[in-house]
């Protein structure tokens, strides 16, 4: 539990969403140009954001990326497109109350993961689901799983450092201009940042010793995590990518901003524990 545990913070915290042992830069390999010009005009972005022409052609890279970070805040949620070593489609809701659903698939069976809130669920296969008298989803609770209740509120501390916004605000002091891109039809500007593993965890409000594995975790890859934006003309991000847990590549689409609704927890009649599960 304790593994599990880690594991999901410190990929999410990562940024990759699915890219747990199939991460990497997504992004082209262009190298960073600081007098890199924005694309011209916006290519429709899908709502949630706001206007201003943002697209870079004014504003430095770390001011472009607390603009977006302002404007994503505002959207407030997102549908995910995920491709690359993973490929799944995901709902993510980052203002109160935050909810994170993510379906992937691998070698023809799919795969749910579900957050709301503090407590993690995991979708059971057919063989888990029969063991649990049908029931669907696996309850991961760090305020019952943690002794003593250590390290409960991980998983939503988690969800905070996963928010667009905030992902965009630890990135901007050391972002650079990557060039001008078009991403899913939409003119955007590439932006690339390398964050130390140090100051994305310090960030995180963990219990110390679960701060304590996150970061031993991360930094098995390296001292930075590479992040990775493509920002359209209304400060909307577009695409993302980081780099940061194993080899590889993944990128995340976003697409109906401000659309998508949080996603309920499963009812009491759907859900069972890991020592249930234990148990047969």
Same mark, same amino acid.
């Given at each position: 539990?304790?593994a599990?545990?880690t ?8 940024g990759?969403l ?5 991460s ?10 600081p ?5 011209a005009?916006?290519?429709?972005g899908?709502g949630?954001?706001?206007?201003g ?7 430095g890279?770390?001011e472009?990326?607390l603009?977006s970070?302002?404007v994503?805040?505002?959207a407030?949620?997102a549908k ?10 995901g ?5 109160s109350p935050k ?11 799919e ?22 008298g ?16 250590g ?7 988690t ?11 630890v990135?901007?002091? !050391? ?8 991403v ?11 964050v ?14 679960l ?8 930094k098995k890859?390296?001292?930075?995590i ?15 990518a ?9 990128k ?5 901003l401000? !659309?998508v609704?949080p ?17 047969q």
């Open positions: 539990m304790r599990l545990r594991a999901a913070v410190a990929c999410l915290a990562a990759l699915t890219a747990c042992g199939s990497g830069s997504g992004g082209a390999a262009a190298d960073a140009e007098g890199a010009s924005a694309p005009g916006s290519g429709g899908q949630g954001g706001q206007g022409g943002q697209g870079g052609s004014k504003l890279a770390k472009a990326l603009a970070a302002a994503m805040e505002k407030g949620s995910l497109s995920v491709s690359g070593g993973t490929e799944g489609t709902e993510f809701v980052w203002k909810s994170f659903l993510l379906t992937t698939k691998s070698k023809g069976e795969s749910k993961i579900l957050f709301v809130g503090d407590v993690m669920y995991v979708g059971a296969g057919a063989d888990a689901a029969g063991k649990a049908g029931k669907t989803w696996m309850k991961i609770d760090p305020k019952a799983t943690a002794p003593g209740g390290g409960a509120g991980g998983f939503a501390s969800m905070e450092l996963m928010d667009p916004a905030v992902q965009l605000a990135a901007a002091p !050391t972002a650079t201009r990557a060039g001008a891109e078009t899913a039809g939409q003119g955007t500007t590439h932006y690339r940042s390398d130390p593993v140090e100051e994305l965890v310090a960030k995180m409000q963990l219990a110390p010793e701060k304590s594995q996150v970061l031993t975790e991360l890859k390296g001292s930075t590479t992040t990775e934006f493509w920002i359209n003309a209304k400060g909307e991000v577009v695409q993302q980081s780099n940061g847990l194993a080899t590889g590549s993944a995340i689409l976003y697409s109906g401000g !659309t609704q996603t309920k927890a499963p009812t009491d009649s759907e859900v069972f524990s890991l020592a249930d599960l234990l148990k």
